[in-house]
């Protein structure tokens, strides 16, 4: 008889994992608490507009393929995915733009223009530089192993290489040996908040997601992200794994430290050989009654988000698909989420309007628009009378970074916020990256893929080891299949 697999959430990564352990001959059970699978990754649809509720971009596509090439697919010709070039148009306070192309030669005379010294083009070389080398270093290392794994010797001479000064230390302080304009700097201090964290608290290593993204490039999904999560489905279904939605789990049963299998809130019980677990690490730790998971505490979240999603009764010409407009006072914007833990006065707002590449998304002669502000997770109370006051705060900054004022043509707005997060994807405070990547330990020493308590217990997603974003999800399913599929 095939060995039984339950994977708890039907997230990018648990549907990563039950592709690639069906492969493998398990017999795979998905057990999925909402309505639809997805996790993060979702779609919200009204009056025939739709939107990503999650991700907007994706990274290495290749990562994708990987995984589609296990069913036989080709993820480049099946999800035809575009690449967005230029990747962001970014709106600075003192009223400059700079077009983020990914073509370097182009980026390189637009930065020049905008800051009026060569300076800065020497500094994005060299700070590139040193990303590559640390995604070259992840690649042999963090990418494809647990942390706690023995390293190879090819392992040792790759840390020996690594950029050690500006790596290991603090990523704003990486950033502004190699920035000298106020412009340059705001653009890749926002790094870090790609895994819901502060610039100030990170570690350089994360100079490797701006490399990632200009090798790699930004990649759209026709039809929406979720077009991936759909098609992942049918794989799935296809494979044999059991699907079980709207079954929520109340407990990991098991015989002294030896899962034998999971307890729905409706008291049905799934076998199970090994349980893998595709929610938040702290869903498992009261699953088990403490015995496995992690528990953080309130400030060891990554952040969250507020987000509106905007049905518009026209098109708005002349604007990107994706545009970011930064605040006034950046560091005092990360000083009141991080430190004061409250939403900021004068936010910096990311602005994804998918409809000027992709006119499915909303009704002919319309626009989807979204708009996504850092929040800290869980600690303000958000009323609906603060939602409001947010939404001001947002219009106020959008108007003074010269954007159009899109409530003017709204057919209706609706709104997600930090409880919201937490209610729909049983996110602790609404977190969205889980553990925060902050200092050495946040950066490395994720939860790890295997529970050092109970045998047959793994984790994936964005939680758990080598961290958040939609590349690294699926990395976690790769390691995570094999170690399970070990013989």
Same mark, same amino acid.
């Given at each position: ?39 993060? $990754? ?11 509720? +999650? ?31 230029? $990747? ?8 400059? @733009? ?10 390189? @005379? ?17 700070? %590139? ?84 993204? %200009? ?9 929406? $992200? ?85 049905? $518009? ?79 001001? @705060? ?46 050495? +330990? ?46």
């Amino acid at each position: 008889m095939n060995k039984k697999v339950v994977i708890i959430g039907a997230g990018l990564g648990g549907l990563a994992t039950a592709i690639r352990l069906s492969s493998l001959g398990w017999e795979v059970t998905v057990v999925e608490q909402g309505s639809r699978p997805g996790g993060k $990754l979702n779609r919200f649809s009204h009056l025939g507009y739709t939107f990503d509720t +999650g991700p907007s971009l994706i990274t290495l596509p290749h990562v994708f393929d990987r995984l589609f090439n296990v069913c036989g697919s080709d993820f480049y010709k099946l999800i035809k995915p575009l690449q967005i070039d230029p $990747l962001f148009e970014y709106r600075f306070d003192v009223g400059d @733009r700079l077009t983020y192309s990914s073509d370097l030669p182009e980026l390189a @005379r637009e930065i020049e223009r905008v800051t009026g010294s060569i300076d800065d083009v020497k500094g994005l070389y060299r700070f %590139l530089k040193m990303g590559a080398k640390l995604f070259e270093l992840s690649e042999k290392t963090f990418f494809q192993s647990t942390p706690m794994s023995r390293p190879t010797f090819e392992d040792l001479k790759s840390l020996l290489s690594a950029p050690k000064l500006h790596a290991w230390g603090s990523y704003d302080k990486a950033v502004r040996r190699h920035f000298k304009s106020s412009q340059m700097r705001q653009i890749f201090q926002r790094y870090p908040t790609y895994v819901g964290a502060s610039p100030h608290r990170s570690m350089g290593t994360l100079a490797l997601i701006p490399y990632m993204e %200009l090798a790699f490039g930004g990649w759209y999904v026709p039809g929406g $992200l979720y077009r991936i999560v759909e098609e992942l489905v049918l794989m799935a279904t296809r494979a044999g794994v059991q699907m079980e939605m709207s079954t929520r789990v109340s407990q990991i049963q098991m015989e002294g430290k030896r899962v034998t299998g999971v307890v729905s809130t409706s008291g049905q019980f799934y076998d199970a050989d090994v349980v893998v677990s595709n929610a938040d690490p702290a869903s498992v730790f009261d699953f088990t009654d403490g015995v496995a998971g992690t528990k953080l505490k309130a400030e060891e979240h990554s952040m969250s988000g507020f987000v509106m999603l905007l049905g $518009l009764d026209r098109k708005v010409e002349g604007l990107r698909h994706h545009t970011v407009c930064f605040s006034g006072d950046y560091d005092r914007e990360f000083k009141q989420i991080i430190d004061e833990q409250r939403f900021p006065d004068d936010p910096t707002v990311y602005v994804n309007i998918p409809t000027v590449t992709d006119d499915s998304m909303a009704p002919s002669g319309k626009e989807s628009v979204f708009l996504m502000a850092n929040a800290p997770a869980g600690s303000q109370v958000w009323t609906r009378e603060f939602e409001l006051e947010a939404a001001q @705060r947002i219009r106020k900054r959008l108007a003074s970074s010269g954007m159009p004022d899109f409530m003017e043509h709204a057919r209706f707005v609706e709104y997600w916020n930090p409880a919201r997060f937490e209610r729909e994807y049983s996110s602790p405070r609404g977190s969205i990256y889980g553990r925060v990547a902050h200092g050495w +330990g946040g950066t490395f020493l994720r939860p790890p893929l295997k529970d050092p308590q109970v045998q047959d217990l793994f984790y994936v997603g964005g939680g758990t080891h080598p961290g958040g974003g939609t590349p690294t999800v699926l990395l976690s399913a790769e390691i995570v299949s094999g170690m399970v599929g070990k013989p």
